[in-house]
């Protein structure tokens, strides 16, 4: 069964460093989106994507954060100068059309 | 942003019996809701949806029921397993955009 999937697993970065976090959306679907989780709190939508630009965004996705996709199959969400409370499990998902969103296994943040 | 909530952070359930999970949603532009089931240090994986043209959906042991006049939905998980085990997450949607999420209720199923 297609399944998105999300490199690193984890990854541990320096305040102020710039990471990027790697997905790869299941291969026919149009729609991808970042969300994050912070340590105890809800799942909370930071940004969607279709038709190479992004359709919507919340107010977390400042100008520190940035997507792109970059080929036919890599969709990465950038932050450009880390801050601690940027630490937090980073889901992407994908969706064929404007219905069921398939989650990634996450990408564990640390900010150091 | 409380849109969407789940007002039991756990329930525990006999295996064997039903596991009822709630949600209740205050924007009444969602058209489309989602429980989805999380394991911990997981992606949340898709269980079954709802569109709001409809009151009911089933997919094998589960079931989603719909109260548009409420704002309420449910989740039944009939028998439950001990497998069933984990946080569900309540979700929705307006026009296919955004999910907005619930706080999760965590489901345990004793053996």
């Known amino acids: 069964e297609p399944e998105v999937t999300q490199t690193p697993s984890h990854q541990v970065t320096q305040m102020g460093q710039e990471v990027i976090l790697r997905c790869v959306p299941i291969?026919?679907?149009?729609?991808f989106y970042w969300y994050r989780q912070i340590l105890g709190q809800k799942v909370e939508f930071l940004v969607s994507?279709?038709?190479?630009?992004?359709?919507?965004k919340s107010e977390i996705f400042d100008d520190q954060f940035s997507v792109e996709r970059p080929d036919g199959s890599n969709f990465t969400l950038k932050i450009r100068s880390t801050k601690l409370e940027d630490s937090a499990m980073y889901f992407c998902?994908?969706?064929?059309?404007?219905?069921?969103?398939?989650f990634g296994p996450g990408t564990r943040l640390t900010v150091l | 942003d409380q849109q969407v909530k789940q007002n039991s952070p756990s329930l525990s359930v006999q295996e064997g019996r039903i596991s009822i999970l709630n949600c209740d949603y205050t924007?009444?532009?969602?058209?489309?809701f989602l429980w989805y089931k999380k394991y911990p240090a997981e992606g949340p994986t898709f269980l079954i949806s709802?569109?709001?043209?409809?009151d009911k959906n089933e997919d094998g042991r589960f079931t989603v029921f719909l109260n548009k006049s409420a704002k309420h939905l449910s989740l039944h998980i009939v028998p439950s397993q001990p497998g069933d085990s984990a946080v569900y997450f309540c979700?929705?949607?307006?026009?296919?955009?955004?999910?907005?999420f619930g706080a999760g209720t965590i489901l345990r199923v004793k053996s």
């Open positions: 998902a994908s969706s064929g059309g404007t219905d069921t969103q398939y």
């Open positions: 291969s026919n679907h149009l729609y």
């Open positions: 994507f279709y038709n190479n630009e992004i359709s919507e």
């Open positions: 924007n009444s532009m969602f058209d489309y």
């Open positions: 709802i569109s709001s043209i409809k």
């Open positions: 979700a929705a949607s307006a026009g296919g955009n955004k999910l907005v």
